[in-house]
């Protein structure tokens, strides 16, 4: 069974740092594209970072140079540090697995959706 488990997430002030994990079980994640995406209530689904099977990154104009994804294919394992956290960064996140999305930051592009994890800044 092809199973993405998101992990990591909790209460932080701003200003602080999370690192959320997702893990693959029932399938080897190093052949898959992975995105992490957030939403927030009441609002849609967006893109927040991206990796390659072969290691290619990319962010969200929002999330640039604060935030930095990362694999470790032995452990079948993304990571997603988040650094300088602000309340906008509040939301579900989660991690989806893809072939080779033509646009990373599509939803539609992926195959397995993890159940997601909730990131909470607040003071």
């Known amino acids: 069974q092809f199973q993405l488990v998101e992990s990591g997430g909790g209460l932080v002030q701003p200003g602080g740092s999370l690192r959320l994990s997702c893990a693959a079980s029932?399938?080897?994640?190093?052949?898959?594209?992975i995105g992490w995406f957030r939403q927030a209530p009441g609002k849609e689904r967006e893109g927040v970072s991206y990796?390659?099977?072969?290691?290619?990154?990319n962010y969200a104009t929002s999330v640039k140079g604060r935030f930095t994804i990362s694999r470790d294919n032995a452990k079948d394992t993304v990571y997603l540090q988040m650094n300088s956290l602000k309340p906008e960064d509040t939301a579900v996140y989660y991690c989806?697995?893809?072939?080779?999305?033509?646009?990373?930051?599509?939803?539609?592009?992926?195959?397995?959706w993890g159940q997601g994890t909730q990131v909470t800044v607040s003071s």
């Open positions: 029932g399938f080897a994640l190093d052949v898959y594209d």
């Open positions: 990796i390659s099977s072969g290691g290619i990154t």
């Open positions: 989806a697995a893809a072939g080779i999305p033509v646009d990373p930051f599509d939803t539609y592009e992926y195959d397995y």
